[in-house]
Structure formats: C-alpha cells, structure tokens
C-alpha cells in the first residue's frame, strides 16, 4: 500500500510539472534558462523530461523545444560571477549545503535588520553566507550565528564582528546561555524532521514578538511538498509560531559544486548556477510555548572527514577489522552520483565521498584514511599503514594501498582543478 500511495503521489508530480512547463510555453517562455526561473523550484533534468514528454505527447512540436534542450545540454561560455566567498570551504553533498547568492544574502540581512532594533541581536541558523555576509559587511546588529559543520564555524569564529559563533546541532544547544533575539532567519535541510529542528531552535531563540525567517522548498521541488506544508505550519504552531505570509522564490541560491557536477553527469551542461530558488516563510513569535525538542528519524551515518587542499573527502565509518583493501570501486559511470537528492538509493552504496559529488564503495575507510593523511603529509602511504596495522604488509596488500594512494592523487588533482575554475569565473 504504501508503495502504490507514493507511486501516484510521483505520477501525480509529474503531471503537475508537464502543465506548469507547458503554461510558461504557451505564456512566451522560450529558453530554458527562462523556464527554470519560472518554474516553482523544479530540477533541471526533471524540467527536461517534461519537455521529452509534452513532444512525445504530441503537445508541442519537436522543432519548439530542440533549441531548449539545446541550451540545456551545451556548455555556458559566459563568465559567470563567482558565487561561492572563497573564504568559506566547499560544501559537501553530506551536509545538504546549498548557500545563497550575495544578493539574497544582502536582502535577507535588509530585511533582519528592519525586523529588529539597534543593540538587538540576529539569530543565523544554518546559513554560512549570511554569517559571511554580516560579517564583511560590519552588520549593525549583535549576531548569533549556530551551524553543525566545524569547517564552516572554524572559519567565521575568529571573524570579529561575529559576536557569537556556535559549532553544535541546533538540537543541542544550551539556549539558555545565548542572547534572545529579535529576528532569527533559518535555512536547514529541506526535509520535514529538519524543519521541526530547527523551528524549535528559533522559538528558543525568539523573542515574543519577534519574527522567525525559515527557508522552505517551493512546491516544484519533489513530490509530496505541498503535503508537508501544513504538518509544518501545525507544529510552528505547536512552538508558539504564527505564520504571517509566504514569499514565493524569495530566495535564490548558488549552486554548489557537487550539484553543477551532478547536473553535467546528467548531461545538462547549460544550467545557470543561480537556478536553484526557495520560498521564504515569515513568522511571528506569538507566545513563549514549552515544548520538547522533536527527535530525527533514525540513526545518523557517521562519517570522517579528511581535507587535502580544498578537496573533501568523506569516509563512511567501518569497523576497525584489521586490514582491508583502501583500494576505490565505481559505483556509477563516470563516479560523479548525478544526483543531490537523498531519496537516490544509490547513496546507500557510498563509502567515499567527495565534495564534487564522487562516490565510491571501499572494504577498508580505516585503511584509506590512512593513505590521505600519508598523502597530505608527503609521507610513505605503505609505511602509514603499517604503523596503523603495527606489522608489516604482505606484497599484496603493499600493492593495493599504493593503488589506492595513486587513485587518491588522482581524484584530489580532479577536485582541485574544478575548483580552480569555480574560483576563476
């Protein structure tokens, strides 16, 4: 039963995209840059498949859409701004790190800044470029910046115009040491127990009176949203929140590295990096309600993080069983994953992971962290191992961890060099 109601809730999805593509051709759109910013958040390959579709379908003509896809699959030759600030570290798939453009940045904090008063505090939940921002711009309120990845407060902490810099799960938080704020603007993940997360956190935060900013996906973004929406306004509620108004595609977002490869991976080669939008929803803090903290689903993967350069890379945690091979098996054609979504089965597979979206299964994470940090520190990745192992290595294994330390080098020379031409557009 459950397979079917979602089965039909796709179907369904579908069709709503096929018409809303087909309205914006008929009301004049004619690239598809255009239709992507006129569509309520829709994924650009699942915009392709609608226009694949509406042909086949006999509801538009071949010759009307074969430019579209044209510029869809090609290559943008023009110089786009940059749009990631080079201070902060490139974001990880892992993290469902998506980062606003400078110009939401600025009319977010505008807007934080008509919603509170001189010597107030800002509350910034999960939004490394608005903290960015503030701080390049000597923002002129006190602000309390909360986010889960050590990269990214390791980065801002030290900045000082930023008053207070916490690395912690809005979860665990001690709110009763931090400054009560006037407005709070938050960006989780987007999925429904994340939101309950963070809705909490920033009625702990708020003030009564105050307003609560919360990113939300547009109804384009994948199936079921629309039904989400109000098991989310119900809990706001719960925590003392009203709803005042929704600001369709307020927001817009800069495309992330590990997207822009998802997407080539897909063929699309033609996407703007700013095509991604939300909804912007606003609250009001109406009472001080106390209500527990709500628990997430399941168990979180754990993963370590090894840094070389700018390149991330993920390891699954595995359990620590003596040698097994560090060497990287594909999991898909090409090893970039060509997609963002964590309904992608596939990534259930992943034991390496990469910043630029590149998944690989490996026996040995334990073994492969090992040979990364042999690799960063110029050292001997056979002899890392062995001082981890405390023995020496037969010929086969010596063999495979030189392997996987030249695929290493390899997949680490990839990632820098798309980064470099990221950091040169």
């Not at 786009?80 to 600030?85: D, K, M």
């Not at 809705?199 to 307003?211: P, R, T």
């Not at 596939?346 to 690989?360: C, E």
């Amino acid at each position: 039963m459950v397979a079917a109601a979602t089965r039909e809730t796709d179907s369904n999805f579908i069709r709503r995209i096929d018409g809303w593509v087909l309205r914006a051709l008929n009301d004049g759109r004619r690239s598809f840059d255009q239709l992507l910013r006129i569509l309520p958040g829709v994924y650009p390959s699942t915009v392709l498949g609608a226009l694949h579709r509406l042909v086949a379908a006999g509801q538009l003509e071949p010759t009307a859409v074969a430019d579209m896809v044209g510029q869809a699959q090609q290559p943008l030759y023009s110089v786009q701004r940059r749009l990631h600030p080079p201070f902060l570290p490139i974001p990880h798939p892992l993290d469902s790190d998506w980062r606003f453009t400078q110009g939401t940045a600025r009319r977010l904090l505008h807007t934080c800044l008509e919603l509170s008063r001189a010597g107030e505090s800002v509350a910034l939940l999960g939004t490394p470029t608005l903290a960015h921002e503030a701080a390049e711009s000597h923002f002129p309120r006190h602000v309390v910046f909360i986010d889960a990845n050590r990269a990214v407060t390791s980065a801002l902490e030290h900045h000082p115009a930023l008053n207070c810099v916490i690395h912690e799960d809005v979860l665990a938080v001690d709110y009763t040491t931090v400054p009560i704020c006037r407005a709070v603007l938050a960006d989780p993940p987007w999925y429904l127990d994340d939101f309950r997360c963070f809705l909490w956190a920033s009625a702990q935060l708020c003030i009564v009176g105050g307003h609560v900013l919360l990113c939300i996906p547009p109804l384009g973004t994948r199936p079921g949203i629309e039904q989400e929406r109000p098991e989310l306004l119900e809990w706001a509620q719960a925590v003392g929140l009203d709803l005042v108004r929704v600001e369709p595609a307020a927001v817009r977002y800069a495309s992330p590295p590990f997207e822009q490869n998802a997407l080539r991976a897909e063929g699309l080669h033609g996407v703007a990096t700013d095509w991604r939008c939300g909804d912007l929803a606003v609250f009001f803090r109406r009472c001080s309600e106390s209500v527990s903290p709500p628990g997430r689903a399941g168990l979180p993967d754990e993963w370590v993080e090894e840094r070389v350069g700018h390149a991330s890379i993920r390891l699954r945690k595995k359990p620590d069983d003596g040698f097994e091979s560090p060497m990287l098996a594909s999991i898909v054609a090409g090893d970039i994953l060509p997609s963002v979504s964590r309904r992608d089965a596939r990534r259930f597979l992943v034991d390496v992971w990469t910043s630029g979206n590149r998944v690989f299964t490996c026996r040995g994470t334990r073994i492969l962290q090992q040979v990364i940090s042999a690799t960063r520190g110029g050292r001997s990745p056979v002899e890392a191992v062995e001082a981890y192992l405390g023995r020496k290595l037969d010929l086969r294994a010596a063999q495979e961890v030189s392997l996987a330390a030249e695929q290493i080098a390899t997949l680490i020379a990839w990632e820098h060099n798309e980064q470099a031409r990221t950091c040169n557009n």
